[in-house]
């Protein structure tokens, strides 16, 4: 096994000081403001970002202190695999997020529809390209998720994965 | 800076053992062959992992060893903050691709669309659902790409990022 070691890049500030009613993705989160503090070293790095109208963030899920193989995720009832899910209580604690740039000042990226809670340290932005990141040619499976991934909308966090 | 330490979970395999002439994304690598080796202790993990026809792969970019923050992407000419690229020189060498999962036996994950050389440390496993990660309801802007992101079906590797 390999430790491999990161630093974050900045912190992700959001209206959500708990995950308790946090939306469980960017889709339940439409309209809800944050913000991005990149540490001011990187601020070069943010250059012809802003022609982008949505990024995604990858995060350390840092309040998810250790592991579940399998978990009973939000939208379901019954345990799964954890690969299988987007919970946070994954072996290696990384979140990802699609949200809307707004815009940027300085070293300060303002964002929408952050589904993130606040403090939340960054580890990468990538731009968002939906002919990469889309897969509109392929017929697409999505398990168990089949008859559920619409209730992502409204369904909110509680602390199951911090508690448990 | 919060140093954050992750263990790879597994090996990604692919029929490239180089970084020259491997395909730059997941849509230039329809039908390339791989499997991800997944360390035998996570393997309850991939429970209902094989209702998905597809899974987000997060993996650790190891042939990057430093960083740039303005670089020169595969399919530009001009020098773009790297944080509005998908180059692998980023300050936290993350990668993600969108691959096909074909089948699972025991911890041995079978994929094709592989865009990711041989012996690539792996992370984490996401399921990938559309209604999360497409955006079809916004109006997307994706910025100095605009003209240039059909190259990336054809467009191959070269070694800039890891000899420069």
């Not at 959500?16 to 990149?38: S, T, V």
């Amino acid at each position: 096994m390999t430790t491999i070691k990161f630093n974050s890049i900045g912190i992700i500030h959001s209206p959500f000081k708990d995950l308790e009613g946090m939306p469980i993705q960017p889709i339940g989160a439409r309209g809800i403001k944050g913000k991005i503090n990149l540490n001011g070293e990187y601020k070069s790095g943010l250059k012809d970002l802003e022609g982008f109208s949505h990024i995604i963030l990858i995060y350390h899920l840092h309040l998810s202190k250790d592991h579940k193989l399998e978990v009973k995720p939000f939208l379901d009832t019954q345990k799964r695999g954890v690969f299988a899910t987007r919970a946070p209580k994954r072996p290696n604690p990384i979140g990802m997020s699609v949200v809307r740039l707004n815009k940027i000042e300085s070293s300060t990226i303002f964002i929408s529809n952050v589904d993130i809670v606040d403090g939340t340290p960054l580890l990468d932005i990538k731009p968002y390209i939906p002919h990469f990141d889309t897969l509109e040619d392929d017929k697409i499976k999505i398990g168990w998720f089949e008859d559920k991934y619409h209730e992502a909308v409204d369904k909110k966090s509680d602390r199951r994965f911090i508690d448990d």
